[in-house]
């Protein structure tokens, strides 16, 4: 088999890393390949700020809704989808909408600088696998949005969309299981989701967990966690609703 099959295949996040360093490397080489990712318009509308500080980290582990493994990584990479340094070139050269003065970044634009973060995060985790260090995404990062936009100095226009926290571990935990692959993938054409399709897609789920259903949605949507997260989204949101 492949081996970047293998790698992906065998994917599962690590929260529990040990003491030995992520070198400069490492790092070095982790970011040459985040560089290389796919970019709309190649317009690169990401910025990535590596962290290492370990008071950084610990805020982080506490703002992060409380997981103190992320203070125990040896990196994390924010990824932060970014329209601020394209709005400041588009002014500073003067230019306009048919004529029209420049009305700034739009949704769309935050759209594609999502994608370009994701994909731009994605290849870390990559990466960071393929020289054996072990990842995981942290997205609580959207939340608490005017402390992580202070912690750092974001300016308008830019909301950090995930945190890559990566390190050196002793042992990977079991794989999870993933919903069947025709729940996910639909040749040419949305599926037609009807009750048997849903009833088939959680049968294993709401066989070992009475009421799964309400139980999974009271610890995720209905959690306070969540919560923060939709006001924190929409702090951000609100700066491209015009």
Not at 95 to 104: E, F, K, L, N, S
Not at 119 to 144: K, P, R
Not at 172 to 186: A, E, G, H, M, N
Request: proline letters at 5%.
């Amino acid at each position: 088999m492949n081996p970047v099959i293998d790698l992906l295949k065998n994917h599962t996040s690590i929260r529990l890393f040990n003491e030995q360093p992520v070198t400069d490397e490492e790092e070095q080489a982790i970011l040459a390949c985040v560089l290389r990712g796919a970019s709309a318009g190649n317009m690169m509308q990401y910025t990535i700020i590596p962290i290492r500080n370990k008071e950084t980290l610990a805020k982080l582990a506490e703002s992060c809704d409380d997981q103190p493994f992320i203070a125990k990584a040896g990196l994390a990479l924010l990824f932060v989808a970014d329209n601020y340094k394209w709005k400041r070139f588009f002014e500073s050269r003067g230019v306009t909408d048919h004529g029209a003065p420049y009305r700034g970044p739009e949704i769309p634009d935050l759209m594609l600088a999502i994608q370009d973060a994701m994909i731009a995060a994605q290849n870390s985790v990559i990466a960071a696998e393929s020289l054996g260090l072990g990842t995981c995404y942290i997205g609580d990062i959207m939340e608490q949005a005017e402390y992580h936009r202070e912690l750092f100095h974001l300016p308008s226009y830019t909301m950090p969309v995930t945190l890559v926290v990566m390190g050196h571990f002793d042992s990977k935990p079991q794989l999870r299981s993933r919903f069947d692959t025709q729940y996910v993938v639909s040749r040419e054409v949305y599926p037609s989701v009807d009750e048997t399709f849903i009833n088939g897609m959680f049968q294993k789920e709401e066989s070992k967990q009475e009421n799964f259903a309400q139980k999974f949605y009271s610890r995720k949507i209905e959690a306070d966690f969540f919560k923060e997260m939709i006001r924190s989204v929409n702090v951000y949101l609100a700066q491209w609703l015009k």
